[in-house]
């Protein structure tokens, strides 16, 4: 992360739009993607994910507004940036019967500049000795990386990653995020999409949201829960008996709630947990049970949308 120099966009996007016949994909969509950051675009399935990235990709043309990637024009200048990007593709197929190193072979035969080093490659994405395997022979998780060795294998400066988590088990994805935080302390800049907040909540350094085409915030995921929901919850259980009178006298509650010897605090800040800490603390309080409600990303997205991303 490059939070102690100041953010050098490396993506600027500014209005863009584009339909496809009668459907609009995207619309007035903006954003900058900072050097050295991972950058999430996350929204349900048909938000516009795709059409933004390949759009900054210089795949797609633009209706309307303006992209730069490096200082180029992605669509104008697609050779020149091609040499600078790596590229994974939603739902990308290989050959079944080609094998993990002549797929390599092949991709850093596309690029013009000298390729990277395909076997330190493979081997820091844990497919060294699959190099031999055919692709249909490989596992998700495995297939997953060899994508993500190909968007590699010309050393760029910016990596797309459209939903490279899609279907994997959790202990594939949590491998990939390592291999993506991997990409980033290399210095690149990873943009990607998910539909999975998790995922973004764990691994991206700042995020987009994306609805119906159209972007409704922009920031750490942590900023964006406390902007968007700042309700703490505190469910405790405690037998004594002055419990609900010094629970009361918490400046910051907003909502108490008992039934029987289990209290339910509502209030909030962050500093809600610490004070009922403080409370039980200071007067010498017996807990037999203790969970704090944290709010995440899932539920900034059913408060700004009014629904689940899952929906
Ligand atoms: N080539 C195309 N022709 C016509 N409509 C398209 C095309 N590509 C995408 N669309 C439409 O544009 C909208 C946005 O699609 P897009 O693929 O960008 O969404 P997405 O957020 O990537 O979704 P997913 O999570 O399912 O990958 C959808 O309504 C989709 O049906
Ligand atoms: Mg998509």
Redo the contacts with the bound molecule.
Sequence with gaps: MNNLKSPRPVIQVSGIRKT??R?V??DEVSFEVNDGEIFGLI???????????ECIEGIRTLDRGTISVLGLDPFRQVYKLQDRIGVQL?QAQLQKRIKVWEAIDLWASLYKKKPADAERLLDQLGLADKRDAWFMNLSGGQKQRLFIALALINDPEVVFL??LTTGLDPQARRAIWDLVRGIRERGKTVFL?T?LMEEAERLCDRVAI?ER?RIIDIDTPQRLVDRHCPERTVVLATDDLTAEERFRAIPRIESLERSDMQFTIRGRGEDLVTEVIHCLSENRMRVTDFRMIVPNLEDVFLKLTGHSIRD
């Design positions: 496809y016949g459907t994909a995207i929204g349900p399935n048909g938000a516009g994910k795709t059409t933004t990235m939603q459209d939903e999409t539909h994306i085409g």
